[in-house]
């Protein structure tokens, strides 16, 4: 059992944000999977995914905080400047976190453990809206 | 062919730790795979999952010394405080280094890198027990 | 409907290097899968994968600059020395990049944005060939 879907996101604010909701909202079929796995991919280089705290809102404001010390703008050795100074490491923060995410379903819902959620990382600061590829696959519940 | 199971590891100390052994020792489903992918998932905020050096424990020491200088205890602009020091830099540390890892399966084994083993990252000083969702999936050997 | 091969890529020089096309041309199979998933596992523990910008080279030369300055040679506290300076920071970097990527696949087709490319990712100095795992696996196309 395949199940693909694309999913626009409308454009988000530089920052990392929760949308476990936004995404299971658009997977009905989730609750027909016994056993599978749920594969969240993004069509973009400068805006990731990753799973992280889902309840208090300072850690995901200290995750903007942290990547934006470690990964600086203007760095002297740069030489991908045109698209201005967010734009190198917006990539760089895109491939520390990474493009994909991929969760375990059991009986017809996300296996994610109490704590967690999946963040959208936006990383430029007018990223504009986000696609997403979600593909779930599994074995069917029967009955 | 799907076969999924909950693992619970017992407590283990700050850093990192292969558990590829007692990964497999709880999958003997995984002779019967031909071709597959098994899909490891931690169900936690504060601790994750990566595949690195089996074989001299120097390379793990040294991971914990690093990601201790790269993503420092209370660094001064960080908000999320309520849980001891340790806390923010664990939630930093598992999106940077991800909350699950897949590895092919080819002949009924791992086809991992002979240098490769995965690790279980601790990120707390008093993590706790750590839960596991495994997920495999493939086409069965036949005869 | 599952297909895996194992790709020796050519020794390449240290930094980012986009392996999209190389990766298609093994795998015309592709062409038959209407939903499935792509996954690429790298067998080694100082080389990594990751997706990013598939246009301009002065983005990879960045990432180069960027990780070296983030993951040091010499850190004075490594105790994992015996196989050269850069060998324990490439173990860095290939756990920060993560060992395997996963891409959607939609009729027959890598689902990547317009923008995004595979980046085999070689931290050692003389890395010598890479060994890679590609396991293809979805629902084919019929007719």
Redesign the interface.
């Known amino acids: 059992m395949?199940?693909?879907k694309e999913l626009s996101l409308r454009a988000k604010s530089r920052g990392f944000h929760l949308i476990t909701d936004e995404i299971v909202q658009h997977l009905p079929e989730l609750s027909r999977v016994s056993?599978?796995?749920l594969?969240v991919?993004?069509?973009?280089?400068s805006a990731s995914l990753?799973?992280?705290?889902n309840a208090?809102p300072?850690?995901r404001?200290?995750?903007e905080?942290?990547f934006n010390?470690?990964?600086p703008e203007n760095?002297p050795?740069?030489?991908?400047l045109?698209e201005g100074s967010d734009d190198?490491p917006a990539?760089?923060k895109?491939?520390?976190?990474?493009?994909?995410?991929?969760?375990?379903i059991?009986h017809g819902r996300l296996?994610?453990?109490?704590?967690?959620g999946i963040?959208l990382c936006e990383h430029r600061n007018q990223g504009g809206g986000r696609?997403l590829?979600v593909?779930m696959?599994?074995?069917g519940l029967t009955g």
């Not at 050795?77 to 991908?80: C, N, V």
């Open positions: 395949w199940c693909q056993v599978g796995l594969h991919f993004i069509q973009h280089t990753t799973i992280n705290e208090d300072t850690v404001a200290d995750f905080r942290f010390q470690a990964v760095a050795y740069y030489q991908h045109d190198m990539h760089l895109a491939s520390i976190l990474g493009s994909s995410i991929s969760v375990p059991t296996n994610l453990g109490m704590w967690q963040y696609r590829v593909t696959q599994g074995e």
